[in-house]
């Protein structure tokens, strides 16, 4: 069968790519590749029409400037276009982050997942701060929540250094087809994997450790369902935004009761930890 591969330009890069990849997932696009001024996308050609992008809301922001080009192309074989563009990553001499085809790595912590989606892999900025910040919590025996999991790299860290209790939710069914898949890969039997939004932790509690890497604005309408479920004196990890943004997110942690603790960098994104008040 053949694809459509669109190949989009953006300036400037980051979570505009993001945005971008959830709009295409939502009518159709089924993989995604990183290139190094944007992103390649592939939609089925039986799936595919003139207008398909008609409905692309970031396509039309001032914010970010997108252009781009299709072409038809013969079916992709994906494990050959991932051993093209995903490269192994280790944080801190500490993690590796590789796919199925490369080689074991010899870092105390080792997370193997098949990237079907460019985000979560760990090359970008936010996700390997997030790691940062997981080698250096406590987590034998917590109780942790991924937020917006993607591929569950964060989720898999979570349950290798030693949380006993791990929910991983993500809005998208193909993020969550791919990270029960990675899940399991990783051997981790304390993660649960699930569908939905803020919302569904309505009938959740106690979480040790809540982590979300999503979006500023995503970030601040569910900051306050986060706190409920978030134990005293447990702490919250958000990342998806820039430094200049920290003072809104921090206005809007703090008027929940959270208390900023330090913040990591990597080319102007930023990685937030919040502690809420016992």
Same mark, same amino acid.
């Given at each position: 069968m053949n694809y459509i591969e669109y190949t989009f330009t953006i300036a400037p890069m980051g979570v505009?790519?993001? $945005?971008?990849?959830?709009?295409?997932a939502e009518v159709g696009f089924e993989s995604f590749v990183d290139t190094?001024?944007?992103?390649?996308?592939? $939609?089925q050609e039986p799936f595919w029409n003139a207008d398909i992008l008609s409905d692309i809301q970031i396509l039309h922001s001032e914010e970010f400037q997108i252009t781009y080009t299709h072409q038809t192309i013969e079916q992709v074989n994906?494990?050959?276009?991932?051993?093209?563009?995903f490269e192994p990553i280790t944080v801190d001499d500490e993690c590796t982050v590789r796919a199925t085809f490369h080689p074991e790595a010899h870092t105390p912590y080792e997370?193997? $997942?098949?990237?079907k989606m460019s985000f979560g892999t760990g090359h970008h900025e936010t996700t390997y701060m997030m790691l940062q910040f997981l080698l250096k919590e406590e987590l034998k025996g917590k109780k942790v929540l991924d937020m917006g999991c993607g591929t569950s790299v964060l989720a898999i860290m979570a349950a290798k250094r030693g949380a006993t209790e791990v929910l991983a939710i993500d809005v998208d069914e193909w993020c969550v087809e791919n990270s029960i898949e990675n899940v399991e890969r990783n051997g981790c039997k304390h993660i649960k994997v699930q569908l939905g939004d803020a919302s569904s932790l309505a009938n959740e509690k106690d979480f040790d450790l809540i982590i979300a890497n999503i979006n500023r604005n995503i970030l601040l309408n569910? $900051?306050?369902?986060?706190v409920p479920v978030l134990k005293a004196g447990g702490s919250l990890l958000l990342s998806?935004?820039?430094?200049?943004e920290i003072p809104l997110i921090r206005e809007k942690a703090e008027a929940y009761g959270l208390q900023y603790i330090e913040n990591l960098e990597r080319n102007n994104w930023v990685a937030v930890k919040f502690k809420k008040q016992a």
């Open positions: 505009a790519s993001e $945005i971008l990849v959830a709009e295409l190094e001024t944007g992103l390649q996308a592939y $939609i994906w494990n050959e276009e991932w051993e093209k563009h997370i193997v $997942i098949d990237p569910d $900051i306050p369902q986060y998806g935004f820039y430094k200049e």
